[in-house]
């Protein structure tokens, strides 16, 4: 598993700067995020896992640790939303805490569908597949997640508690996002002291596998299914990109790696019947850098 980090921090044309830290600090975030799968907020989410093909961020406020989860391939963003992901927080402190979300969850718990609209009868007959339907249902039907480890939040909740938020959506470019905000008292407890939120917390993250029978054969032309009981199917293969360079990571060391943004130039074939995971260390920022 590699992590690459973008470069982000431009001082002279042509250099950059880089911690050598493999500790990365989190985004101090000036404004409350909206939880609503979407990255305004963002900016460009500075780290990229080539395992599970996801582009993420991490950031806080005096109050609230944010993460987003950006795919932009058919097949990361078929085995993601057909799958689901498990999201950790683990700290290894003098209190020990280690709590879980799972959001997206699997789309067995999660009966999505692409059903076309009964006027269009004619698309209807010929299984036409209707991406706007399918992520529209999609986005609907995932309005609960499960959660676990937290102060006082457990089980199935919904996605817009008041202590842990999540949403999903699709942006203009068609990349699937996935927004989580946790209040840092539902996470490091109610009483807990200015010291302990500085602690290093390790990030994990998992994809689940698809079952075999729903993953197409690596390095054909797999159809990747995006519906339900009803849904309908789209195509897409992934081709070599070769875009890679050695560099040095913002807030990390390690080597620069393009991201995926063509769905169409993915060197890394993302195996579909396979967990795919990765963990990333951190603290939270202080406000004051």
């Given at each position: 598993?590699?992590?690459?980090?973008?470069?982000?921090?431009?001082?002279?044309?042509?250099?950059?700067?880089?911690?050598?830290?493999?500790?990365?600090?989190?985004?101090?975030?000036?404004?409350?995020?909206?939880?609503?799968?979407?990255?305004?907020?963002?900016?460009?989410?500075?780290?990229?896992?080539?395992?599970?093909?996801?582009?993420?961020?991490?950031?806080?406020?005096?109050?609230?640790?944010?993460?987003?989860?950006?795919?932009?391939?058919?097949p990361s963003q078929s085995k993601l939303t057909r799958a689901g992901m498990k999201v950790t927080?683990?700290?290894?402190?003098?209190?020990?805490?280690?709590?879980?979300?799972?959001?997206?969850?699997?789309?067995?718990?999660?009966?999505?569908?692409?059903?076309?609209?009964?006027?269009?009868?004619?698309?209807?007959?010929?299984?036409?597949?209707?991406?706007?339907?399918?992520?529209?249902?999609?986005?609907?039907?995932?309005?609960?997640?499960?959660?676990?480890?937290?102060?006082?939040?457990?089980?199935?909740?919904?996605?817009?508690?008041?202590?842990?938020?999540?949403?999903?959506?699709?942006?203009?470019?068609?990349?699937?996002?996935?927004?989580?905000?946790?209040?840092?008292?539902?996470?490091?407890?109610?009483?807990?002291?200015?010291?302990?939120?500085?602690?290093?917390?390790?990030?994990?993250?998992?994809?689940?596998?698809?079952?075999?029978?729903?993953?197409?054969?690596?390095?054909?032309?797999?159809?990747?299914?995006?519906?339900?009981?009803?849904?309908?199917?789209?195509?897409?293969?992934?081709?070599?990109?070769?875009?890679?360079?050695?560099?040095?990571?913002?807030?990390?060391?390690?080597?620069?790696?393009?991201?995926?943004?063509?769905?169409?130039?993915?060197?890394?074939?993302?195996?579909?019947?396979?967990?795919?995971?990765?963990?990333?260390?951190?603290?939270?920022?202080?406000?004051?850098?």
């Amino acid at each position: 598993m590699k992590i690459s980090f973008l470069l982000l921090l431009l001082v002279y044309p042509g250099m950059y700067v880089c911690a050598q830290d493999d500790v990365s600090t989190a985004k101090w975030m000036l404004h409350p995020v909206i939880v609503d799968g979407r990255s305004n907020e963002w900016g460009s989410l500075n780290f990229y896992d080539d395992q599970t093909q996801l582009n993420f961020g991490i950031a806080n406020d005096s109050n609230t640790i944010y993460l987003c989860f950006q795919t932009t391939t058919d097949p990361s963003q078929s085995k993601l939303t057909r799958a689901g992901m498990k999201v950790t927080l683990i700290t290894k402190g003098k209190d020990k805490r280690e709590a879980t979300i799972l959001f997206p969850l699997p789309q067995n718990k999660q009966v999505v569908s692409a059903v076309i609209p009964q006027d269009d009868s004619s698309a209807a007959v010929h299984g036409v597949f209707n991406k706007e339907t399918f992520r529209q249902n999609y986005i609907a039907h995932h309005s609960t997640m499960h959660v676990s480890g937290f102060a006082t939040v457990s089980g199935e909740v919904s996605t817009k508690d008041s202590l842990i938020q999540a949403a999903v959506n699709w942006d203009s470019a068609s990349n699937f996002i996935c927004e989580i905000a946790i209040a840092k008292k539902e996470f490091f407890g109610k009483n807990y002291i200015a010291k302990e939120a500085m602690e290093s917390i390790t990030l994990g993250v998992e994809v689940n596998a698809l079952p075999k029978s729903e993953s197409p054969g690596e390095g054909r032309n797999p159809v990747y299914k995006t519906g339900g009981t009803h849904g309908g199917e789209i195509k897409g293969e992934g081709r070599p990109d070769g875009m890679r360079t050695n560099g040095n990571g913002f807030n990390g060391g390690g080597k620069y790696q393009h991201p995926v943004t063509d769905p169409m130039t993915n060197e890394n074939k993302i195996s579909l019947s396979k967990k795919s995971s990765f963990k990333q260390k951190f603290v939270l920022s202080s406000g004051s850098n």
